[in-house]
């Protein structure tokens, strides 16, 4: 099993192939670097028996219509070689065509065993201004890798350099709300020169390791919001009361009288958003309703299960994605 790669990407095609030459070093000094950098990668077996594991199975890449329809060149760059800032300046070109060779380089360093000599590279077309959107299809994709086979998920990263905040905003969420996202990572240049190179010039500083942090909420925050659903609006204490008594909910609520559940969890909710108490909070007659901020994450949260849903009843793999929606192509390089 290769690793599958969630790009954003803008203007400058150092934002793909940077990270990719970067990752290519460290999978060709296995003993001394690669083993250790992809030990979470691949099957057990792979590992146990000491077999490189990690290499580059599928690209993604998110960006507008005018990138991959070439409408826009992307931005001058320096063909550098890896570590180094210095190289030809390359001037403005169709991104396709500028990206395919530096991948046939890269990518082949680091190709997963069994794509042979055919990389697959995924073009999507999102929306820079509209955030729901381009999530939307950042879900569609993510659920058809990881539900998409009927098996085993694929080993999925999210490559958060390219493109502008609503793509890695996007990405982000889909990488929490979806638990399918194995590694969260950016690439840091040093300078202006460093940004337009394609290859990393820097091994020690490039390399920026994120936590793929789910959205995550205590047991007790899970129940009101639950019940709140289920019986809003209610006040603090009639909350309480029938947390107390609720036949799922009652064991948490063991030894938390009215007094700690109001100041140390029905505050911190109302902080966040989660819930809103209106006047009258302190002595326990305010009234609780569910918050805005959940309300939007509920919103984001069903785009993401649906597709998740939709991806594993039938059978919805990536080709299969491709088939059907216009805002997806496919390109193919040859890998040496």
Same mark, same amino acid.
């Not at 060709?28 to 979470?40: D, I, T």
């Given at each position: 099993?290769?690793? #599958?790669?969630?790009? =954003?990407?803008?203007?400058?095609?150092?934002?793909?192939?940077?990270?990719?030459?970067?990752? /290519?070093?460290? #999978?060709? +000094?296995?003993?001394? @670097?690669?083993?250790?950098?992809?030990?979470?990668?691949?099957?057990?077996?792979?590992?146990?028996? =000491?077999?490189?594991?990690?290499?580059?199975?599928?690209?993604?890449?998110?960006?507008?219509?005018?990138?991959?329809?070439?409408?826009?060149?992307?931005? *001058?760059?320096?063909?550098?070689?890896? &570590?180094?800032?210095?190289?030809?300046?390359?001037?403005? /070109?169709?991104?396709?065509? %500028?990206? $395919?060779?530096?991948?046939?380089?890269?990518?082949?360093?680091?190709?997963?065993?069994?794509?042979?000599?055919? &990389?697959?590279? !995924?073009?999507? $077309?999102?929306?820079?201004? +509209?955030?729901?959107?381009? #999530?939307?299809?950042? /879900?569609?994709?993510?659920?058809?890798?990881?539900? =998409?086979?009927?098996?085993?998920?694929?080993?999925?990263?999210?490559?958060?350099?390219?493109?502008?905040?609503? %793509?890695?905003?996007?990405?982000?969420?889909?990488?929490?709300?979806? &638990?399918?996202?194995?590694?969260?990572?950016?690439?840091?240049? /040093? +300078?202006?020169?460093? *940004?337009?190179?394609?290859?990393?010039?820097?091994?020690?500083?490039?390399?920026?390791?994120?936590?793929?942090?789910?959205?995550?909420?205590?047991?007790?925050?899970?129940?009101?919001?639950?019940?709140?659903?289920?019986?809003?609006?209610?006040?603090?204490?009639?909350?309480?009361?029938?947390?107390?008594?609720?036949?799922? !909910?009652?064991?948490?609520?063991? &030894?938390?009288? #009215?007094?700690?559940f109001k100041d140390n969890h029905l505050r911190s909710m109302?902080?966040?958003?989660?819930?809103?108490?209106?006047?009258?909070?302190?002595?326990?007659?305010?009234?609780?309703?569910?918050?805005?901020?959940? @309300?939007?994450?509920?919103?984001?949260?069903?785009?993401?299960?649906?597709?998740?849903?939709?991806?594993?009843?039938?059978?919805?793999?990536?080709?299969?994605?491709?088939?059907? *929606?216009?805002?997806?192509?496919?390109?193919?390089?040859?890998?040496?």
């Amino acid at each position: 099993m290769g690793v #599958y790669h969630l790009m =954003g990407l803008g203007l400058s095609p150092g934002a793909v192939t940077g990270p990719i030459s970067y990752l /290519a070093e460290i #999978y060709n +000094n296995w003993e001394a @670097e690669g083993k250790e950098f992809f030990a979470s990668s691949g099957e057990e077996e792979q590992r146990e028996k =000491g077999a490189s594991v990690g290499g580059i199975q599928l690209l993604i890449l998110f960006t507008t219509k005018e990138v991959i329809n070439g409408e826009v060149d992307c931005e *001058e760059y320096i063909n550098n070689p890896c &570590g180094q800032r210095v190289g030809k300046h390359e001037t403005q /070109a169709n991104m396709k065509k %500028i990206l $395919e060779p530096l991948l046939m380089q890269e990518w082949s360093k680091i190709k997963a065993p069994q794509i042979g000599n055919n &990389g697959i590279v !995924y073009w999507c $077309e999102v929306e820079l201004r +509209n955030i729901k959107t381009t #999530y939307e299809r950042i /879900a569609k994709v993510l659920a058809s890798l990881a539900k =998409g086979s009927g098996s085993q998920g694929k080993e999925i990263w999210v490559n958060l350099t390219g493109g502008n905040n609503v %793509i890695n905003l996007a990405l982000q969420m889909a990488a929490s709300l979806s &638990g399918e996202v194995t590694r969260v990572y950016y690439v840091q240049a /040093a +300078n202006n020169i460093a *940004e337009k190179c394609v290859r990393f010039t820097n091994k020690e500083s490039y390399w920026v390791e994120l936590p793929v942090m789910p959205l995550v909420m205590s047991d007790l925050s899970n129940a009101v919001l639950d019940v709140l659903s289920l019986n809003q609006p209610m006040t603090s204490k009639e909350l309480h009361n029938k947390l107390v008594h609720h036949q799922t !909910y009652w064991s948490l609520m063991q &030894g938390i009288d #009215y007094e700690p559940f109001k100041d140390n969890h029905l505050r911190s909710m109302k902080k966040l958003g989660l819930i809103t108490v209106t006047r009258g909070y302190e002595v326990g007659n305010g009234i609780s309703t569910l918050g805005p901020q959940w @309300e939007l994450i509920l919103e984001y949260e069903k785009i993401m299960d649906e597709a998740l849903k939709k991806a594993a009843e039938e059978g919805l793999t990536i080709e299969n994605l491709e088939r059907i *929606e216009t805002w997806i192509s496919r390109q193919q390089i040859q890998l040496n």
